[in-house]
Structures are given as structure tokens and as C-alpha cells.
């Protein structure tokens, strides 16, 4: 099993940034590495969505409404991996997931708030 532990939300005021934090443990991992990690965000009464991904190799991909003001990072040694958040706007504000692959599974961290406030 894979243990997500998600850090780093909050209330921050528009314009403002944030930075989240997502760790991956288990005994797994000493045997298997994690593929692509991501981040997933959910707003009251809208389904969750992709924010942003990573693969192992770095590559990434950006929702359309992200890119230009948030980044994402991978440490595959700590397999960790970071959202940087700058330029925030109300409508980012929403509960965000942590999501790593591995093996074809999907895990998924208890997730973190983001409020935004205007």
C-alpha cells in the first residue's frame, strides 16, 4: 500500500501563492517507483479535476486554467511532489488531491483546502 500525506493549503487572499506538499510512503515503494504524480482539485458541487501531472521523467501537463501560474515538481529520491500556486484567484479555491500511480493503481492523498478569498 501507498500512503499520500498532503500539505500546504490554506486561506490566502487573491494575487496571493501557496505551495503544496505531497509525500508518498509505504514499504511498496522500496520495490516499485511511483509513474506519474499529480494534483486534482474539487469545488463544491463540480466534479474533481486534473490541475497538473508529472511523470517520473519530468515531463508535465497543465490544466488550461493553471498554466502560466502554477508549477509542478517532483523529488523522485523523497518521492514527494510539490504545487507551486502563484496569481491565485477565487475560483481556484477548492479542495486539492494528491495523486500518484503505481503499478496501474491510482492513490490518492485525504486532501488539503485552498481558499482564496477575493
Known amino acids: 500500500q501507498v500512503q499520500l500525506v498532503e500539505s500546504g493549503g490554506g486561506l490566502v487572499q487573491a494575487g496571493g501563492s501557496l505551495r503544496l506538499s505531497c509525500a508518498a510512503s509505504?514499504?511498496?515503494?522500496?520495490?516499485?517507483?511511483?509513474?506519474?504524480m499529480g494534483w486534482y482539485r474539487q469545488a463544491p458541487d463540480k466534479q474533481r479535476e486534473l490541475v497538473a501531472s508529472?511523470?517520473?521523467?519530468?515531463?508535465?501537463n497543465y490544466a488550461d486554467s493553471v498554466k502560466g501560474r502554477f508549477t509542478i515538481s517532483r523529488d523522485n529520491a523523497k518521492n514527494t511532489v510539490y504545487l507551486q500556486m502563484n496569481s491565485l484567484k477565487p475560483e481556484d479555491t477548492a479542495v486539492y488531491y494528491c495523486?500518484?500511480?503505481?503499478?496501474?493503481?491510482?492513490?490518492w492523498g485525504q486532501g488539503t483546502q485552498v481558499t482564496v478569498s477575493s
Open positions: 495523486n500518484a500511480g503505481l503499478r496501474g493503481y491510482p492513490y
Open positions: 509505504g514499504s511498496i515503494l522500496s520495490t516499485f517507483g511511483i509513474n506519474t
Open positions: 508529472i511523470t517520473k521523467g519530468g515531463i508535465t
